[in-house]
């Protein structure tokens, strides 16, 4: 049975079972969504930039969101749109490995810049008088650098293992991509090994990344409840909201959907696109309308361009 696995092997994708018509139309709903996607994450990224007063370490991270959010969008939409719109529905092992190794490795990532913006929540507001010693520069960039690179051993962590599958069919894949959960069922290898360091990585890195948040949060709240001034309070529920929305999203159907065996079911489906193309769209949507900041910094550059554009 091994002999018949070659380099060239191509899984069929199945998405979404239904007629021609509804899936030219999904296809080209999540086409817009993706180029809404990087339209907003891309505002964000230059709002921050360009706003002189949104330099401090809460927009630091959130720039690396966006950032995160655009690549992950960008690894999962293409391929979604491209196999709900074209005749050709296959994925070939080669691109299934690369497009689970870098959803690893964005969804790792992106989890602990979460954890550095709670972290910088929890500094400014149960320890106001030693934030800006505590979140310097150079221990925001430590940070950014060291999520990139806890992305990284996660991602190869999972994906050397599978180079040693071999793969006899049947290859169809009940989903839209190539994740893990869907692609591990079709080996006739022995998956002991791959489940030992999926669920490993998942309780290290995932439930890692969610406990420290939410014990950050708790800390948070309790300073909160503390503030004697109802707008004080409000002020701080508000700054903190966005991020808790975020987090929630994308912690439960995420962790939630690798600790569940695969079934080729459309709620599937559904809890994947929650997490790698609604939650990126989400971000800077709940961040541009939850923060006075962002908008007012919106509002800033939309009124210099239509005064420099009325000058000529």
Sequence with gaps: MRD????????????????LHIQYMLGFIFLLIYLLTLAGNLLIMSVIKMDSHLHTPMYFFLVNLSF?????????????????????????????LIQIGLMFFIASSESFILSAMAYDRYSAICNPLIYVMVMSKRFCIFLACGSCLLGVINSLLNILPLLRLHFCGPYFIHHYSCELPELLPLSCTDLFLNKMILFTTLVIFGFGCFFPIMFSYTRIISAILKINSASGRSKAFSTCSSHVIVVTLFFLTGVGRYLSPATGSILEQVISLQYSIVTPLLNPIIYSLKNVEVKTAIKKMWEKKSILSGSY
Aim: with cysteine; net charge neutral.
């Design 4 to 19: 018949n696995q070659t380099t060239d092997t191509e899984f069929i994708l199945l998405p979404f079972p239904s007629s």
């Design 68 to 96: 995160f959010d655009i690549f992950y969008s960008s690894v999962m939409a293409p391929k979604l749109v491209y196999t709900l719109l074209s005749k050709k529905k296959t994925i070939s092992l080669s691109e299934c």
